[in-house]
């Protein structure tokens, strides 16, 4: 049974079982905190009804004019939770949350490394696609300097999807694959 | 903080002296600045000369000086002196400038104190209302009534304010309205602390009707369950549950009570069989619908949560049903079972295990394992196996029915290291490493462990534990750890309230509070600065000894927060037993324990303290009580002869074996009494003679544990081919192990002999 509830910072206490995943960060306390401040209604956990967090979901909101957007900074799922779709109800949650009041963003977007291809599954089984590639993302100074030098193992795909405020979806593009951009281009 | 460096530097350096003329000079220079007569106060406290100290303070609150970091200095002045007084409040009242009590609101919010807020923002909305300054006169009103609200939800009030300050609450968030679901938040919690529930249902439904929050959904649900309003309570999970489509478990459970009070059973039989999902199978079960648990396990038998899912559900003795012992049987006939086999073979372990946890277990698992393992050499980098929990489960099981020994202990380390090789990543094989390095003498492998779990920030304050207790190798990561708190938790909590209350998400200040307070006062912190004081005092760094004496010091609470995990250990076993197997093992602290271990740092390192009678009594109280080990009783009746002239026990013998980690703790004790001793300026005749002899005997130590271990090589081959016959570990393996534990070994007990 699983029931999504909001994120207290006293939940931090009982993420072990899914922050010592190697693939789940553990950030700084501000960080959690910082979220938990600006967008109070969009960090939510998914629980068991004795309250052991599953999995959870960090997203923020940014961006001006029909860039306004969610980004997914971060959803995890603990390891004895997986494959019965609770990462998938973590992010049509987010959907429900952000697409009405009160924040009617246009898309959603997120960063996932190129050669994640489970992640990126998963994404485009949900309805996202490939925006485009943002060459260096998670390498060193060096690589975030040529477009043209693609490495799946550093480079992040931004994956987006449109929302229902986005009528035209201006947001999305079918071949997002072939567009490259250096990380210091995306600003908000 | 500190105005002037020179002066902070010399406090800094400890050296006292030269930081009291240093601040005298500064006083000639500037006899009207409150700021210097405060840090004398502050210096003449930190040099321990408290009378003094605590006259200064009050001669210059006297005069009530507005200077805010004057103020700060005069409030640690009165903490060291261990004297109650909110400096604050007192000048506040008199000069209620903005800036002033805003000082104040965020003083009281970096101690963690949720009355002096609640003052702070009351004055707040008062020094506003009268200021020339262009201020938000809404949002201190806003914040004022969240901290009335915060008051009355952690704070123990005397009932007459328990009943006044909801109502001035609910008054001030009415001249402030509900624009945002934040606001409603805190209207609502306040109306419902006045007793007014009604109220706040029909304030929650209009709101939710054209924003759908979590959080006023959630207190809405309940408070309609709590009014017994169950008409209304199905007809709104119903639209949540259909309309909204949010498969969410507690709407699903409430829609069922409901159901149930209003005799809708039927409608909401049918509302679960229309919608298929996995919180529908269980809402089934919950229901008692005939096969829905065989139907829940046809559909989820081969995904990880089933155990979990229908443990609460299933009887005594289902693994012997035919439904999963068939297809458990299945899967032992194959040659080479499928992920999926794998984890229905899991889920079917676990259930047998809440039976019964036997030879037959062991066993079974090891065959398991064995079996299923070719799948590590398939899986991606970081892909997860779940055939590791066979040997957690033969594990528990085979401690639970032996007897708890070294060959035991040695013989699960090589049979969990030999797993981790091809599985790296697998933290819980990890933890328990962890656990079983510490019992064996092999803490420098325990360190290498924890550090590659890349355990860092709020982590430490619940793993920290597990290298950190009764420890006796040295500081390690336990300066991580102590930083942890000095660095991370003081300088970004109180900065991140301050900050959640200017972006006004109100519904997550009381657990940004309940965290930095469990913070503050957490086990992990407290235990990690009794035992970094015992590491720095063997190797006589009193600087290093001092900083952690005064994190003790400044604890006001009494109470110790455990937050200790000891839940992720045992995620994957099964917690039922979990008592049974971990009572086996060396025991951790307990809250007592601690305590008697830091009021016996402090009864050493504060003798000056107003409290040091009653930390005596106290002491004595906790001694008699806890269970602690022989060197820890004699080390305590040799601190109570300095004190009180009593007997002390006769010296306990060594441990015999060095390969057990009490070898190191002992002869760690030993010294450390004397070093206690030798501070407090106490007899220590006695006892240098028996270091004397000590120190005589450890220079065999290193090839005495090297040929110990050897026989336990033997033994622990002997004992993996009568018990673990099934994981077929080779000699090779096992000589692995024994090359890299000898490593470790001789660092422990070199750490020994340079004691
Ligand atoms: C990635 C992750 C969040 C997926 O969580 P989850 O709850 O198991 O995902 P869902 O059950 O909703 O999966 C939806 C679909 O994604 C795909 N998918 C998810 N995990 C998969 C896996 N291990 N292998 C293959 N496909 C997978 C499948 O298509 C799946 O549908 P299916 O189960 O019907 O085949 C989880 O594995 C995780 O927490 N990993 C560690 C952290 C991480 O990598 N986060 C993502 C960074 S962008």
Redesign the pocket.
């Given at each position: 049974m699983s029931s999504i509830r909001p994120f207290s910072a006293t939940d931090l206490f009982e993420l072990n079982s899914i922050n010592l995943?190697p693939?789940?960060e553990n950030f700084y306390l501000y960080f959690y905190l910082q979220y938990l401040s600006e967008w109070p209604s969009l960090f939510y956990k998914i629980v068991s009804p004795t309250n052991n967090v599953q999995?959870y979901m960090l997203a923020k909101t940014e961006g001006k004019g029909k860039d306004w957007h969610a980004h997914i900074s971060a959803?995890?799922?603990n390891p004895n939770y997986?494959?019965?779709?609770?990462?998938?109800t973590l992010c049509s949650s987010l959907e429900r949350f952000t697409e009405n009041e009160p924040y009617e963003v246009y898309f959603i977007d997120?960063f996932?490394r190129c050669n994640?291809k489970?992640?990126i599954?998963?994404y485009e089984?949900l309805g996202y696609s490939i925006y485009r590639r943002v060459v260096g993302y998670y390498g060193d100074y060096e690589s975030k300097m040529n477009r043209n030098k693609i490495d799946d193992e550093i480079d992040a795909f931004d994956m987006r999807k449109a929302l229902k405020r986005d009528i035209n979806r201006e947001s999305v593009r079918a071949d997002g694959r072939k567009f490259n951009v250096l990380p210091n281009e995306i600003v908000f | 903080m500190y105005k002037d460096s020179a002066i902070e530097n010399a406090v800094r350096a400890g050296n006292l002296r030269n930081a009291l003329v240093l601040v005298s000079k500064k006083i000639k220079e500037h006899p009207n600045s409150s700021y210097f007569y405060a840090l004398e106060a502050e210096i003449l406290a930190l040099s321990g000369r408290r009378h003094e100290a605590e006259s200064k303070a009050n001669q210059l609150l006297d005069k009530l000086p507005s200077d805010p970091d004057a103020l700060k200095l005069l409030a640690n002045v009165y903490d060291l002196c261990e004297v109650e007084r909110d400096v604050f409040d007192k000048v506040c009242k008199k000069y209620p400038s903005v800036d002033l009590v805003y000082e104040y609101f965020t003083f009281s919010v970096a101690r963690g104190d949720i009355l002096g807020m609640q003052k702070a923002s009351m004055l707040l909305t008062r020094a506003v209302a009268t200021s020339k300054q262009s201020v938000d006169t809404q949002l201190f009103k806003f914040w004022a009534a969240t901290c009335l609200m915060l008051a009355c939800r952690c704070c123990s009030l005397a009932p007459s304010v328990q009943k006044l300050y909801p109502q001035l609450g609910v008054r001030l968030m009415e001249q402030v309205g509900l624009p945002t679901a934040q606001h409603v938040y805190v209207y609502v919690r306040l109306l419902q602390l006045a007793g007014r529930e009604d109220d706040s249902l029909r304030f929650m439904e209009n709101f939710l009707a054209k924003e759908n929050d979590l959080e006023l959904k959630i207190i809405y649900l309940e408070t309609l369950d709590k009014m017994d309003e169950s008409e209304e309570l199905f007809r709104v999970c119903q639209n949540y549950l259909t309309r909204l489509n949010e498969d969410d478990w507690d709407t699903w459970k409430l829609l069922i009570k409901a159901a149930k009070a209003t005799k809708k059973l039927d409608r909401c039989r049918e509302l679960i069989a229309s919608y298929s999902s996995r919180n529908t199978g269980l809402a089934a079960i919950e229901l008692g619908e005939p096969d829905a648990i065989q139907q829940y396990f046809h559909e989820y038998g081969a995904k990880l949560c089933c155990f979990t899912d229908l443990k609460p559900y299933v009887k005594k003795g289902v693994s012997n049903e035919a439904l999963l012992k068939n297809s458990y049987d299945k899967i032992v006939s194959l040659k080479e079972p499928t992920l999926d086999h794998l984890i229905i073979a899991v889920n079917y372990m676990k259930f047998k295990a809440l039976d019964a946890r036997d030879k037959q277990l062991v066993t079974d698992c090891c065959m398991l394992y064995n079996k299923t393992k070719f799948h590590l050499n398939r899986l991606e980098e970081f892909d997860y196996f779940p055939g590791y929990e066979f040997l957690v489960l033969a594990i528990e099981a085979l401690i639970e029915h032996s007897s708890f020994d070294l060959e035991l202990v040695y013989s699960l380390i090589v049979i969990l290291e030999e797993a981790l090789v091809k599985n790296k990543y697998e933290f819980h094989l990890k933890l328990w490493l962890i656990r079983l390095y510490t019992i064996a003498n092999l803490q420098p492998a325990a360190d290498e462990l924890y550090r590659s779990l890349k355990i860092k920030f709020v982590q430490h304050d619940t793993l920290s534990y597990l290298i950190g207790t009764r420890r006796s190798i040295g500081a390690g990561p336990l300066v991580e750890v102590a930083r942890f708190y000095t660095q991370n938790v003081h300088r970004e909590i109180p900065h991140m309230i301050i900050s959640g209350f200017q972006s006004t998400a109100m519904n997550k200040i009381q657990g940004f509070m309940e965290f930095y307070n469990r913070l503050n006062t957490s086990f992990a912190k407290i235990s990690t600065a009794v035992e970094l004081i015992r590491a720095y005092r063997l190797k006589d760094d009193q600087k290093s000894v001092d900083e952690q004496v005064s994190v003790l010091r400044s604890l006001r609470a009494r109470e110790i927060s455990d937050n200790r995990d000891f839940k992720t250990f045992w995620d994957c076993g099964v917690h039922e037993r979990v008592a049974e197997v971990d009572s086996k093992l060396p025991p951790y602290y307990s809250i007592a324990h601690l305590r008697l271990l830091m009021l016996r740092e402090l009864l050493i390192y504060d003798p000056e303290s107003r409290k040091t009678e009653e930390r005596k009594k106290e002491l004595l109280e906790l001694y008699a009580k806890v269970q602690l080990y022989d060197i820890e009783k004699w080390s305590f009746s040799v601190l109570f002869q300095h004190f009180d002239g009593t007997e002390p026990l006769p010296l306990p013998p060594k441990p015999d074996t060095m390969l057990s980690s009490e070898f190191n703790y002992y002869h760690a004790v030993v010294v450390d009494t004397y070093k206690q001793i030798a501070y407090l300026k106490g007899n220590t005749r006695h006892l240098k003679s028996i270091l004397t002899t000590l120190r005589n005997e450890n220079r065999e130590y290193k090839s005495m544990a090297r040929k110990q271990l050897e026989d336990v090589r033997k033994k622990v081959k002997v004992f993996l081919k009568n018990n673990f016959k099934e994981l077929d570990i080779s000699d090779n393996s096992i000589s692995t192990s024994f090359a890299k534990m000898r490593q470790d070994l001789d660092s422990s007990i070199a750490y020994l002999q340079g004691l």
């Open positions: 995943d693939l789940t999995g959803v995890t799922v997986r494959r019965i779709g609770l990462a998938s997120l996932v994640n489970l992640a599954v998963l089984k | -």
